[in-house]
């Protein structure tokens, strides 16, 4: 019986090995398994990491002012991040250094008036634009409290941001409509900005200048005299276009699609909540609520601004037009489309409409 018990205890011992060694065995595999499940977990969070990493997009423009709003708000409110750009914007002086900067690859996008385009385009810039910003002239003439109209303009220095181009190209066509020729009747200094433009109005250092809203207003509150509306004197006329090289567009056409549909993301949101846009514009440009509430509506209700980003091809046709008077083109004029590639917005618009 002893011997037995001891057979029995010694199988029971073997048996209890086997077990412990097939338990051992078990938690290796275990081990394997858990160690492949992290690593698979890590490769897919690295790749989906990888996958969400924003592309850099600068882009350039020529004055940080409240017209403008849209590429800040589109930057700081999250709507280049849903496309994946990561969108440096680079504020230039005056639209034909945006334009340089944009066919040197410095940029990607370019923000210019469209005189600026045709001109660069006629001498060979491989240059379209793609898109709407400023889609008419939200400029006014303020004059220092001895200039009341334009004709107490003639034998002053006016300031400008540009001599021939931009601010600069429409001041002259405007004060060419109230019978003031450049430089017979006037001449231009060159300053700046619209706040720069400001302060040598207030300085006394010229007689006056254009500036945007709301800065007219700022203005008139302060006792200067707001002459005249550049849209009253050029009612239909395209200002400032989302410009691209069209090669490099076409090489890399859905960046191009994306930074669109953030555009057009960011106009509607603006439109849709007028006072969390002003809110953010409020602080970004330094203007009180009052006066940004005051711009934006004015910039809605004039349709400077379009709800889906898109530019006005009538404006265009315009500035054609005024382009060939300054002898830029020649007859037959050419059609808008010339210069104007709608691919890019239209692709936008369409994967927007998906959602």
């Given at each position: 019986?002893?011997?037995?018990?001891?057979?029995?205890?010694?199988?029971?011992?073997?048996?209890?090995?086997?077990?412990?060694?097939?338990?051992?065995?078990?938690?290796?595999?275990?081990?394997?398994?858990?160690?492949?499940?992290?690593?698979?977990?890590?490769?897919?969070?690295?790749?989906?990491?990888?996958?969400?990493?924003?592309?850099?997009?600068?882009?350039?423009?020529?004055?940080?002012?409240?017209?403008?709003?849209?590429?800040?708000?589109?930057?700081?409110?999250?709507?280049?991040?849903?496309?994946?750009?990561?969108?440096?914007?680079?504020?230039?002086?005056?639209?034909?250094?945006?334009?340089?900067?944009?066919?040197a690859d410095s940029i990607y996008v370019a923000n210019a008036t469209?005189?600026?385009?045709?001109?660069?385009?006629?001498?060979?810039?491989?240059?379209?634009?793609?898109?709407?910003?400023?889609?008419?002239?939200?400029?006014?003439?303020?004059?220092?409290?001895?200039?009341?109209?334009?004709?107490?303009?003639?034998?002053?220095?006016?300031?400008?941001?540009?001599?021939?181009?931009?601010?600069?190209?429409?001041?002259?066509?405007?004060?060419?409509?109230?019978?003031?020729?450049?430089?017979?009747?006037?001449?231009?200094?060159?300053?700046?900005?619209?706040?720069?433009?400001?302060?040598?109005?207030?300085?006394?250092?010229?007689?006056?200048?254009?500036?945007?809203?709301?800065?007219?207003?700022?203005?008139?509150?302060?006792?200067?005299?707001?002459?005249?509306?550049?849209?009253?004197?050029?009612?239909?006329?395209?200002?400032?276009?989302?410009?691209?090289?069209?090669?490099?567009?076409?090489?890399?056409?859905?960046l191009v699609v994306r930074f669109m549909k953030a555009m057009a993301?960011?106009?509607?949101?603006?439109?849709?909540?007028?006072?969390?846009?002003?809110?953010?514009?409020?602080?970004?440009?330094?203007?009180?609520?009052?006066?940004?509430?005051?711009?934006?509506?004015?910039?809605?209700?004039?349709?400077?601004?379009?709800?889906?980003?898109?530019?006005?091809?009538?404006?265009?046709?315009?500035?054609?037009?005024?382009?060939?008077?300054?002898?830029?083109?020649?007859?037959?004029?050419?059609?808008?489309?010339?210069?104007?590639?709608?691919?890019?917005?239209?692709?936008?618009?369409?994967?927007?409409?998906?959602?």
């Amino acid at each position: 019986m002893d011997g037995l018990v001891k057979i029995e205890h010694g199988k029971s011992r073997i048996e209890d090995g086997g077990l412990k060694m097939a338990r051992r065995g078990k938690f290796r595999r275990s081990l394997v398994l858990t160690a492949s499940v992290v690593l698979i977990e890590m490769l897919a969070f690295n790749t989906f990491a990888f996958a969400q990493e924003k592309v850099k997009f600068p882009i350039g423009e020529s004055s940080k002012t409240l017209s403008y709003g849209p590429l800040w708000v589109a930057a700081k409110m999250g709507f280049f991040e849903r496309e994946g750009l990561d969108v440096p914007i680079i504020t230039m002086r005056g639209s034909p250094l945006t334009i340089q900067a944009l066919t040197a690859d410095s940029i990607y996008v370019a923000n210019a008036t469209v005189d600026t385009l045709i001109s660069a385009y006629e001498r060979g810039a491989d240059i379209t634009m793609i898109g709407g910003l400023i889609n008419g002239l939200g400029l006014s003439m303020i004059g220092g409290k001895p200039y009341k109209t334009y004709t107490d303009l003639r034998g002053t220095t006016i300031g400008s941001q540009t001599l021939t181009s931009g601010t600069g190209f429409a001041l002259r066509l405007v004060l060419k409509v109230h019978g003031l020729e450049y430089p017979r009747d006037y001449k231009l200094l060159n300053i700046g900005s619209a706040p720069d433009r400001y302060q040598a109005l207030t300085s006394g250092q010229i007689s006056s200048a254009p500036v945007g809203v709301p800065l007219d207003l700022v203005a008139k509150q302060q006792g200067f005299n707001i002459i005249g509306y550049f849209a009253d004197d050029q009612p239909n006329f395209q200002f400032n276009v989302y410009i691209v090289k069209r090669s490099w567009a076409e090489k890399n056409r859905a960046l191009v699609v994306r930074f669109m549909k953030a555009m057009a993301l960011t106009m509607r949101w603006m439109i849709d909540n007028r006072e969390a846009a002003c809110g953010y514009l409020s602080k970004e440009m330094a203007i009180s609520i009052e006066h940004c509430r005051y711009a934006s509506d004015y910039n809605w209700k004039s349709r400077i601004w379009d709800r889906n980003a898109d530019l006005n091809v009538e404006g265009v046709r315009t500035l054609i037009k005024i382009t060939a008077e300054q002898g830029i083109l020649k007859e037959p004029l050419p059609q808008p489309s010339k210069y104007i590639d709608p691919s890019y917005l239209k692709q936008a618009l369409a994967e927007l409409g998906k959602k």
